[in-house]
């Protein structure tokens, strides 16, 4: 019973293409968040999301949009994508009021050809 | 404009010793400085946090020492063990804020502990 589950592990694709990321936590957290890790490993915030507000970091390109169906999924839609979104990417929760921990997913490992 | 500064980009020590690792910030605003631990082909996960009212907090072998004048804080292991090789991550966030501005991070420390 993982906590916070993302799909695909892995996901190769070629520039151009739009994917989607999906992630979902089963801790019963109310806000969600979106990190990118680079090649240097560095972790960077992308969006953070609760049932009422939409954070997104303004480096982000609006090529990256957030949807969430629901209070357990925020999946992570990729349009038009380029050589540069090769990355980690990693979603978190944790729930807004109480403990201040951020769970991570495993990851998903986006290579663009 | 890195908002936290990590160092040393990584570190070897042998077993038993006590790796140390500083993360120096600018936003006074922040008011938790966790610290995460990441393997190879895995998700971070929280090793140990503090807030900037205390200065000192320790769990198990692992130990926050924070410096709210100079801004900075650093985690010492120790009695390090070979299991404890892994990145290193530092962050901060604003907390009263809800945390919908996510953890900023360190650029992460690569910590070898050999045998």
């Known amino acids: 019973d993982t906590a916070v589950s993302q799909t695909p592990k892995y996901l190769v694709t070629q520039m151009g293409n739009d994917k989607s990321i999906k992630c979902e936590q089963n801790?019963?957290?109310?806000?969600m968040y979106w990190y990118k890790q680079d090649s240097k490993k560095f972790l960077k915030i992308m969006f953070s999301?609760?049932?009422?507000?939409?954070?997104i970091n303004e480096t982000v390109p609006n090529r990256f949009s957030p949807k969430s169906p629901d209070k357990a999924h925020l999946n992570l839609h990729i349009n038009s994508l380029e050589l540069g979104d090769s990355a980690v990417y990693f979603c978190?929760?944790?729930?807004?009021?109480?403990?201040?921990?951020?769970?991570f997913g495993p990851g998903t490992r986006l290579t663009v050809l | 404009q890195q908002q936290v500064k990590q160092s040393p980009q990584s570190l070897i020590v042998q077993k038993g010793g006590i790796p140390i690792i500083n993360c120096a910030y600018e936003?006074?605003?922040?008011?938790?400085f966790p610290w995460y631990q990441q393997f190879p082909g895995k998700g971070p996960a929280l090793l140990i946090a503090i807030r900037p009212d205390v200065s000192e907090k320790k769990e198990g072998r692992f130990t926050i020492s924070f410096n709210k004048s100079a801004k900075q804080f650093s985690l010492h292991i120790m009695d390090s063990q070979p299991g404890d090789s892994a990145t290193y991550f530092c962050a901060a966030s604003m907390q009263t804020g809800g945390g919908a501005d996510g953890l900023t991070f360190g650029k992460g420390t690569h910590l070898i502990i050999q045998p």
């Open positions: 801790l019963g957290h109310d806000t």
């Open positions: 978190a929760s944790r729930l807004a009021g109480g403990p201040d921990t951020q769970y």
């Open positions: 936003n006074t605003a922040f008011d938790y």
């Open positions: 999301y609760n049932n009422k507000e939409l954070i």
